[in-house]
């Protein structure tokens, strides 16, 4: 899945390539993509507004509408955003084309799992909504906290470190991958409790998670052997050849030279030193 620093790449992407554009027409092809309301619903509240600006909460991106509605997206598992002229071939799977006035091209969302979505919502609905926007924790890029604050965090969640690093209502944006590259850095294991960290390990730990996502970014984000992430234009992440412990199983660690090791967290993988990381 997309995470943070993938997630504001195709932010940025989006705000210089589609903001001060008008939607022309929208097709959905793939009503699973657009599950909340009607397709037609959908359709209608899109076609004649102008986006006029682009955010990011966590790993959601919201399109501003001149409206005063927002359309936001989640790509989710295998969802993609490509920016194409209306003569490019559509790519499998292809379940919304949302085509923009005066050649502006198309913007397509590509998603073979169908686990991704988009709906359009008012701001002031979104308790009602979509009220997992109202849920999020502090976002570690644009609403960042201080390492005091943050360690007050730690001691009252007293959960495993990346329970609480991927926990949305804790700390937006953050997901397996980067969970597990920024414990690395920090040297803690992954199932250290929260609330046993020293104080200087609450700031090691907070500065290796501002860092880390913030290289990432830089990188434009983390693609993997199945490309599922690529940029708004179709286009890899780098920052995978810079992992130290995802996906590096048996390998050497960078840091120590001990073993990278893997094993089970909440039914999925993690990767870790275990000689470095305590």
């Not at 992407?13 to 699973?32: H, Q």
């Not at 005063?68 to 790509?75: A, P, R, S, T």
């Not at 804790?170 to 250290?192: F, P, T």
């Amino acid at each position: 899945m997309p995470e943070l620093p993938e997630v504001e790449t195709i932010r940025h992407d989006l705000d210089r390539e589609v903001t001060g554009r008008r939607i022309k027409s929208v097709e959905v092809t793939g009503t699973r993509s657009v599950r909340r309301g009607t397709k037609k619903g959908f359709m209608t509240r899109l076609e004649g507004a102008k986006i006029t600006g682009v955010k990011r909460r966590g790993k959601y991106l919201v399109l501003v509408l001149d409206t005063k509605e927002w359309l936001v997206i989640h790509l989710r598992m295998s969802g993609q955003l490509l920016l194409a002229a209306p003569k490019d071939p559509k790519p499998k799977h292809t379940h919304v084309v949302i085509s923009f006035h005066q050649q502006g091209g198309e913007l397509r969302f590509v998603d073979p799992r169908t686990f991704g979505e988009l709906f359009v919502v008012h701001p002031d609905q979104l308790a009602e909504e979509a009220p997992e926007l109202l849920q999020l924790g502090f976002d570690p890029i644009d609403d960042p906290i201080s390492w005091i604050k943050f360690g007050h965090l730690l001691l009252a969640r007293r959960m495993p470190l990346k329970t609480f690093l991927t926990d949305q209502g804790v700390v937006a944006g953050i997901g397996n991958i980067y969970a597990d590259e920024i414990l690395h850095a920090a040297g803690l294991r992954y199932d250290r409790a929260s609330n046993s960290l020293s104080p200087q390990e609450m700031r090691r730990l907070y500065r290796s998670m501002v860092e880390v996502l913030s290289e990432a970014i830089k990188a434009r984000g983390s693609s993997l052997a199945d490309d599922q992430y690529v940029d708004l234009h179709g286009r890899t992440g780098t920052y995978q050849a810079h992992h130290q412990v995802y996906a590096r199983d048996g390998q050497p660690c960078a840091r120590c030279r001990a073993t990278v090791e893997r094993a089970k967290w909440q039914g999925r993988s993690t990767f870790y030193c275990p000689q470095c990381q305590v």
